[in-house]
């Protein structure tokens, strides 16, 4: 709740997002919304059985559901979550870890008989349930398994009773398929409301008969009712009413509300409907779930925007559109003259002003069939896009300068409530980005607020009055968004609950499209065209042509003639790191350099953050005070270098743990993370940590440019693989002789996963050759006689010299017998490493990186 003084800005973040009209489907995710399992969908994230993912609110109906998942959902469609809370520990399968999250659930699904395991003792948690199991589990809630006994058992017994029952009813499948969330969900509600099977006799002449109780009434305490809503709170059908706000009166009774159903339930004064009422602990009766009656009610929403003219007389008239940009003429609707008029959940007195809101829509309701309707509910909210939620004083701060919105839970006369996805959620789960669109009754007391993460991103392509284009969709702006949008903006929008554009993050259209230019020139010829050499972020080597006409540094309509004079210097073309932009054609529309910013974070700009000597440090990934990832582009561009084919594109696998490295680091996050970085004192060979791979084989093969590279066969981290050359003659020792089976090597790729270059360790023609080889001061490699084993460790000589002890523990170990011509190369265990002796002349080769064994190949 919140404080009455803050309540109309942070309440209006938080009001309008579920819509009105008898088809709303107010609890149910967004994702979920046209499926056809959405009133199921919708009854049991109500009963808090099944619902949407807390971070995102989706509920994933086309997803399959996995053996734990299924058993919590069985374990709370009996009433039962708050035992399986309290029964964490271990079970009884091997295969259950025992800090499992859903240990709680499946013990008590055990316990209760209806979930046994497979043959071999196994409960399989993470494996898919499958439609025969799902339905199987459901036969058993109800108590209905003797009789899937009696019918032969599982499968087919519990698929006949199943469908029997009615479990199975619009939710069919072949028995083996694995089930989605929706079609379980379909079933759970269908057995919810099924006659349970309880056993009447016990002993050798057992007997079980079908018992007027349903999962729903008896284990859940909950009971669905219809009838009409003719108060709620303070607003009735006949005027003012005495209800407490969390209040509602259906028919000739009065229900609380539950916190998570206020939303619906403000928006449905008059409406036929049909409600869950739920038992709590107190024996009190809470309305959880409240929606229209099917076929019971008749409404039409029109959008503000849609309004055309509200005409005044005996009944009130609203000329709209349908679809205005198609329509030749308007649409109306009739409002009985006593008609009541709901705003944001609240009554209010008529007004022509009160219908037309800056944002929202109007919906009219019909309840009794006469074709002239009886409430107008006035949907009108703001919006609030998030810049931070700052728990400690529990405010909300607006990326567009609206004062915080501020959550109070001291405040009893206001009923907030946030959802998501259709769901309830905390303020502590916003997120930046996320659009809050709120509402709140004219007398502030109800404010409802839905919160959307759609997005779209890309660059405005048309503008059409009002509307603009991206991604081919029209978009309009939402009235809560301050900028001024021109053709060609580029990065996210974020859309609030009409999805209108309430947000735009700029710094996402920065054009991750880096290239490194190599040279520009003019065409020659009558018309003077740009043309860039350029090393692209795939390792591609491309010539770029533009138009007449280019976009250079965020200016439009630059003559080819001045963007070369600004890329160049004293008549020559500066080398550098750009970013480009190409039309469907392939022709050259933008480029951007970057812009030197002092070390300072600019989101909006394509920036040069640093040009230094940085150190790197692997356990943090860290390159000076930059923060890289997988995400970030290496380019290596040697010193002076201005032939491409000496480039490379790298990940980070480039840099070697505490070694400087002379960089340029480009478009650094407030995180402090680089998505560029060039490097141009790399040594261009493959990293001493790099893992050694034991040659197989090489053949020859063409990539995809169709020019001649090499492919290699070769067992790598403990698996086979096969990798491609970046060009021919790659996979030759220093004799320039090519590799053989058996030879050890490390590797440097580059961005494709192509070898670029090779480190030859060892030559399998000199395995009669013992030596130890310190290549750096952190990499050693071994080869020598095996005299001693233990269980974790070897004792190695090389040339019967002095005696070393090297631990096995997490090493690759791998087998290469000389003597065999095909498959000589097998991943084997450390136990597999023979001792030396005469009659078995085998050795070993060893691969020490910082003191620690990584790689361990027994030669024979």
């Not at 494996?127 to 025969?132: F, G, M, S």
């Not at 020139?521 to 010539?543: I, N, R, S």
């Not at 390159?623 to 084919?645: A, C, R, Y």
């Not at 090779?758 to 490699?781: C, G, M, S």
Request: aromatic share 8%; hydrophobic share 35%.
């Amino acid at each position: 709740m919140f404080k009455a003084k803050k309540l109309t800005s942070y309440v209006l973040s938080a009001c309008m997002a579920l819509g009105f009209g008898a088809n709303a489907l107010a609890a149910v995710p967004g994702d979920a919304q046209d499926s056809k399992y959405a009133d199921a969908i919708e009854v049991l994230g109500a009963m808090e059985i099944m619902v949407g993912d807390a971070e995102t609110g989706h509920f994933r109906p086309e997803d399959t559901i996995k053996r734990s998942e299924f058993a919590k959902v069985a374990v709370t469609s009996m009433g039962l979550g708050a035992i399986a809370d309290s029964s964490t520990q271990k079970t009884k399968f091997p295969d259950v870890v025992e800090n499992h999250w859903a240990n709680g659930y499946i013990n008590v699904a055990t316990n209760q008989g209806i979930v046994i395991g497979d043959d071999e003792g196994n409960f399989r948690p993470d494996d898919t349930i499958t439609y025969a199991e799902a339905a199987t589990v459901l036969v058993r809630l109800i108590g209905h398994g003797p009789a899937a006994e009696k019918k032969g058992g599982f499968p087919t017994g519990y698929i006949s009773v199943a469908s029997q029952q009615g479990i199975t009813k619009n939710a069919v499948t072949s028995n083996d398929d694995a089930v989605k969330r929706g079609m379980v969900a379909q079933m759970t509600n269908n057995a919810l409301t099924v006659k349970k099977m309880e056993q009447t006799s016990f002993g050798g002449d057992e007997s079980y008969q079908v018992v007027d109780k349903t999962l729903l009434d008896d284990e859940l305490k909950t009971e669905i009712i219809t009838g009409q809503v003719t108060a709620i709170g303070n607003s009735s059908l006949s005027g003012t009413s005495s209800l407490r706000d969390d209040e509602i009166r259906i028919g000739e009774h009065v229900y609380e509300v539950a916190n998570k159903a206020m939303s619906q339930a403000t928006k449905l004064l008059g409406y036929n409907v049909e409600a869950y009422v739920r038992e709590d602990e107190n024996r009190d009766d809470i309305l959880v779930l409240v929606r229209p009656q099917k076929n019971k009610n008749t409404t039409v929403k029109i959008s503000v925007d849609d309004i055309e003219t509200i005409t005044e007389g005996e009944t009130l008239k609203i000329d709209y559109w349908k679809d205005k940009e198609n329509d030749k003429k308007t649409q109306y609707v009739e409002i009985k003259k006593d008609a009541k008029f709901i705003l944001n959940g609240k009554a209010i007195d008529y007004s022509k002003e009160a219908l037309k809101p800056v944002s929202g829509s109007v919906t009219v309701l019909d309840y009794d069939r006469d074709d002239m309707h009886d409430v107008v509910f006035i949907e009108s909210y703001e919006n609030y896009v998030v810049e931070e939620v700052i728990a400690s004083s529990n405010r909300v701060t607006d990326k567009y300068g609206k004062s915080s919105l501020v959550f109070d839970p001291e405040d009893k006369d206001v009923k907030f409530v946030i959802i998501r996805g259709g769901q309830e959620i905390g303020i502590s789960d916003l997120k930046e980005w996320d659009v809050l669109s709120v509402a709140k009754s004219k007398d502030g007391t109800i404010v409802i607020a839905e919160v959307t993460t759609e997005s779209i991103t890309g660059k405005v392509e048309e503008r059409h009055g009002e509307k603009f284009v991206i991604g081919g969709v029209e978009y309009k702006i939402a009235a809560n968004y301050p900028e001024e949008v021109n053709l060609n903006d580029e990065g996210t929008f974020y859309l609030d609950k009409d999805r209108n554009i309430a947000a735009v993050d700029a710094t996402s259209g920065l054009s991750s499209n880096y290239a490194y230019m190599v040279n520009a020139d003019l065409t020659t010829g009558f018309d003077k065209y740009l043309q860039l050499k350029v090393f692209d972020k795939t390792g591609t080597v491309k010539v770029l042509k533009s138009g007449e006409k280019i976009k250079f540094n965020g200016k439009n309509n630059i003559r080819p003639e001045e963007v070369l004079s600004a890329l160049q210097k004293d008549g020559k073309a500066v080398s550098q790191l750009i970013t480009f932009e190409v039309n469907g054609e392939g022709t050259l529309v933008q480029i951007n350099t970057a812009k030197d910013s002092g070390g300072a974070i600019d989101k909006t700009t394509f920036t040069l953050n640093a040009k230094d000597t940085l150190s790197y440090r692997k356990s943090s990934k860290k390159l000076g005070s930059f923060n890289v990832n997988s995400n970030t582009v290496v380019f290596d561009i040697p010193e002076g270098q201005t032939d491409p084919d000496k480039f490379s594109v790298e990940s980070i696998d480039l840099f070697e743990d505490e070694t400087d490295y002379d960089v340029s680091v480009y478009d650094v996050g407030e995180d402090l993370t680089a998505k560029v970085v060039v490097v141009t004192n790399s040594n261009g060979i493959a990293n001493l940590e790099a893992s050694a791979a034991v040659v197989e084989k090489i053949s020859t093969t063409t990539n995809s440019d169709n020019l001649s590279v090499q492919k290699l066969y070769a067992f790598v981290d403990g698996e086979k693989k096969t990798f491609v050359t970046a060009e021919d003659d790659v996979l030759v020792n220093e004799k320039g002789e090519s590799l053989k089976a058996g030879d050890i090597i490390q590797m440097k790729t580059n961005a494709k996963g192509e070898i670029e270059s090779i480190r030859v360790l060892f030559e399998a023609d000199n395995k009669a050759t013992e030596a130890k080889t310190e290549i750096d001061e952190d990499l050693v490699t071994v080869y020598g006689k095996v005299v001693k084993k233990f269980t974790n460790s070897i004792n190695v000589t090389v040339n019967d010299g002095e005696v070393a002890n090297y631990s096995t523990n997490g090493a690759k170990v791998y087998e290469f017998n000389s003597k065999k011509t095909t498959n000589p190369i097998k991943v084997v265990e450390a136990g597999d490493i023979p001792q030396y002796d005469e009659l078995d002349e085998s050795r070993v080769f060893l691969r020490i990186y910082k003191d620690e064994v990584k790689e361990i190949v027994i030669v024979r």
